[in-house]
């Protein structure tokens, strides 16, 4: 089965620098993986997913991220945070071989994002 | 865009009455999903269907049941609610050939 580790649960940044927020899973072959955002009292937003191809993904927002199965990692970056983005993200990894997602996906606690004027 | 729908933002209900929950998407997608969000736990999925008038556990199904009678209608069914059943309940739905599930705005449950 597999699982999602967000080992920060929260983190916070002043406006204006630059966040890194990780995202390790455990699946035993190449995963779909995703980030999605949520604002308080909101449902989910996706932010950026990866399925195949080129390794660094871009989402909406500025955000980007890198799938590296080396570390079986995927870590969600931000160059440069806004006040706007202060909300929870979530890193979810969803099987390969359930033809179309019809699993469910499995998500991580998720990260609480705090940012400093 | 794709666009899911919670029939009710807050919800305050009784322990032991029978708790509807209600989710339509409109964008023909064959998948439908519930998950519970819980702090500290994040999602955890209660159930799914791949298809009208079929279901599939998830991972904590016990206390639900639901019910998919239409292809963009997807029932979470509380028999007899209990306070540990208080909850935020978010609905997705995704198409059969893609893994990107699409979040309603969720129900916040709440179990008296």
């Known amino acids: 089965a597999q699982s999602v580790t967000q080992p920060d649960i929260h983190i916070t940044v002043s406006e204006g620098a630059s966040l890194e927020l990780r995202c390790n899973y455990s699946?035993?072959?190449?995963?779909?993986l995703f980030w999605y955002v949520q604002s308080p009292g909101q449902g989910l937003q996706l932010l950026l997913k990866?399925?195949?191809?080129?390794?660094l993904v871009q989402g909406i927002k500025g955000f980007e991220a890198e799938f590296k199965r080396s570390q079986s990692s995927f870590n969600l970056r931000k160059p440069s945070v806004h006040w706007s983005d202060a909300a929870e993200y979530f890193c979810?990894?969803?099987?390969?071989?359930?033809?179309?997602?019809?699993?469910?996906?499995?998500f991580g606690k998720g990260t609480h994002l705090i940012i400093q004027p | 865009d794709v666009k899911v729908t919670q029939s009710s933002r807050y919800l305050v209900k009784r322990t032991g009455e029978k708790v509807f929950l209600e989710c339509v998407q409109d964008?023909?997608?064959?998948?439908m999903f519930w998950y519970r969000q819980d702090p500290g736990l994040g999602l955890r999925l209660i159930y799914f269907?791949?298809?009208?008038?079929?279901?599939e556990k998830g991972d904590i199904p016990e206390g639900y049941s639901v019910s998919r009678e239409k292809k963009e209608r997807f029932s979470l069914i509380l028999e007899s609610a209990s306070t540990n059943q208080t909850s935020m309940y978010l609905c997705?739905?995704?198409?059969?050939?893609?893994?990107?599930?699409?979040f309603g705005p969720g129900t916040r449950l709440t179990v008296l």
């Open positions: 979810a990894v969803g099987a390969r071989d359930s033809g179309g997602g019809a699993d469910g996906l499995t």
């Open positions: 990866y399925f195949s191809g080129d390794t």
């Open positions: 997705a739905s995704s198409s059969i050939w893609a893994d990107t599930q699409y």
């Open positions: 964008m023909d997608h064959e998948n």
């Open positions: 699946y035993g072959a190449t995963p779909y």
């Open positions: 269907s791949y298809d009208v008038k079929m279901k």
